[in-house]
């Protein structure tokens, strides 16, 4: 089937079009799988577009129209739009929608770097102040210096759209990499310490460590962290503006779709084979969807004190204590009625089922495990 479509984005951020055609069945009205943070649905592309007609040579029933529920505008929406029961993604899709509450704090923060900015080039941002991270600061920046009257707009409804990598759910394959994502806000040394436990201790499982600073108000650690990541040689990503725990975390967990990913708290420090044990832990069972391990402080995971800090044992390192337990309960699991996000294994299975973390529940963070 040789297909070709396209999505066209409407001034309603909450809205788009398009159309799509099947060009050895050209007469065959096609229906679209929409999912919505994976939620699917079935949409009909037969609606008239008189614009096709000279372009395709068909009576130009090809298009379609959506509209995304508005109790989902306060939250960030992974949008995919595929021909149904196939892997064919339409021109633009997958795209990320941004929610409106935290458009309004970027349209705040950039209303005022424009009064510093004289003079911008449509074609480098590399001038710009900051790096093009989850909002695309820059890119909005430029927008509004053109459209200043965006900057009057008060219930966030200017949401701006990001192009995701394309993964076909269907087939997709996962990959045996696994991303450990850590976002850094404060605590140079804790910050280090969870860096140097990741990178030191020896795992089968491949991995890739990915950092990310939630526009740090420490410049000293910001700057290590640029320089550090070349020299050890891990992923080094900055938000623009804060995004919070959730924020930053769903940033990470949409880099490779095809990852499983480990949340990990910058002053949690990891042992050993940690994260073969983690994961080999999440796929004992296919209904797992998450892992979370023991810790000296981490609440209802805390070991051997409940809901407290358990202090070092005289004479042995934590990385002594580490094994030990390791070797008492070699591969044992127990179900457990939540996760913990101070060091906690997703499998993407799993977040392709119940989609990224809610930003609008959760704001910067708080309770997130308990929903998952």
């Not at 995919?80 to 029961?85: N, S």
């Not at 402080?297 to 202090?311: G, H, R, V």
Request: proline share 5%.
């Amino acid at each position: 089937m040789e297909y070709e479509g396209y999505i066209d984005f409407t001034e309603n951020p909450l809205e788009f079009a398009g159309w799509v055609i099947n060009h050895d069945a050209p007469d065959c009205l096609l229906d679209l799988d929409i999912k919505l943070n994976g939620a699917p649905q079935t949409v009909g592309a037969n609606q008239q577009r008189d614009d096709l007609k000279s372009v395709l040579g068909t009576q130009g029933c090809h298009g379609f129209y959506f509209s995304i529920p508005h109790e989902l505008s306060t939250r960030s929406i992974k949008v995919e739009v595929t021909v149904k029961d196939t892997d064919f993604h339409l021109q633009g899709s997958p795209f990320l929608l941004t929610p409106r509450s935290s458009l309004l704090r970027t349209q705040h923060m950039i209303a005022s770097m424009l009064a510093n900015i004289e003079d911008i080039a449509t074609d480098d941002v590399s001038a710009l102040p900051g790096r093009s991270g989850f909002f695309g600061v820059p890119r909005a920046i430029m927008a509004l210096k053109a459209n200043p009257d965006l900057l009057s707009i008060s219930d966030g409804s200017a949401i701006q759209r990001f192009a995701l990598p394309t993964v076909s759910a269907s087939s997709k394959q996962l990959s045996e990499t696994v991303d450990i994502i850590v976002p850094v806000y404060k605590g140079f040394d804790d910050t280090i310490e969870c860096i140097d436990s990741v990178l030191d201790n020896a795992v089968v499982c491949s991995h890739e460590l990915i950092v990310i600073n939630d526009a740090s108000p420490d410049e000293k650690l910001a700057k290590y962290l640029r320089q550090y990541s070349l020299q050890r040689n891990f992923t080094f990503i900055e938000n623009d503006i804060n995004l919070g725990f959730v924020g930053t975390v769903n940033r990470g967990m949409l880099l490779h779709p095809d990852r499983d990913v480990v949340l990990l708290n910058s002053d949690a420090v990891v042992f050993n084979d940690w994260l073969d044990r983690m994961r080999h832990s999440a796929y004992q069972a296919k209904s797992i969807g998450t892992a979370t391990p023991f810790s000296n402080n981490a609440e209802i995971f805390s070991y051997p004190k409940f809901l407290e800090d358990s202090p070092s044992i005289d004479g042995f390192s934590w990385s002594e204590i580490d094994k030990i337990a390791a070797q008492t309960n070699p591969k044992k699991i127990v179900d457990v009625p939540t996760a913990m996000g101070f060091c906690m294994y997703i499998k993407r299975t799993c977040l392709d089922d119940v989609g990224l973390f809610d930003e609008e529940t959760f704001g910067h963070g708080s309770f997130l495990s308990d929903k998952l």
